[in-house]
């Protein structure tokens, strides 16, 4: 089967049910053809993306507070591993602590989202994210565009 390049490879890797419920949801409604792979928790993210058999997401949306390894432990370790130093990696949480997002923007994450409360903002703001031009986004990186603010 040849991969279809117009279709956006997305992994998301969050421990609650309802959240990745909404987020493929969410999905489902936008006009990007997407294809979504799920993780519950970041212990088998490593191996998941070392498995040839899988395809290799163009985003990562990681949330940070989950049980066994936290969205941040799962970043660095990412980011230890040469081939996924380019990987595009959004963290997507609940949190607006400041100290999250600095230790998520040090440790080589490309935006940080705040899970929208409202399911037309998921969706307003997944449209955003998913229609990036990562490679000029990560090239230009900053705070200001660090976080994703609508």
């Not at 066994?68 to 230890?80: D, F, P, Q, W």
Request: charged letters at 30%; one cysteine or more; hydrophobic letters at 40%.
């Amino acid at each position: 089967m040849i991969h279809d390049k117009n279709i956006v490879e997305i992994l998301l890797v969050d421990d609650d049910q309802d959240d990745r419920s909404i987020f493929s949801d969410a999905l489902s409604e936008l006009k990007i053809e997407t294809s979504l792979n799920m993780l519950e928790d970041g212990r088998d993210l490593v191996a998941y993306l070392e498995d040839t058999k899988n395809k290799r997401p163009d985003i990562l949306f990681l949330d940070l507070n989950m049980p066994y390894k936290s969205g941040v432990e799962c970043l660095k370790e990412i980011r230890t591993i040469d081939k996924f130093k380019d990987l595009s990696v959004a963290i997507y949480s609940t949190s607006n602590s400041e100290k999250d997002m600095e230790d998520t923007f040090i440790n080589g994450a490309n935006i940080y989202i705040r899970k929208p409360n409202d399911f037309t903002q998921l969706k307003k703001v997944l449209t955003e994210v998913l229609s990036i031009n990562w490679q000029f986004h990560t090239s230009a990186l900053n705070k200001e565009t660090f976080l994703l603010n609508i």
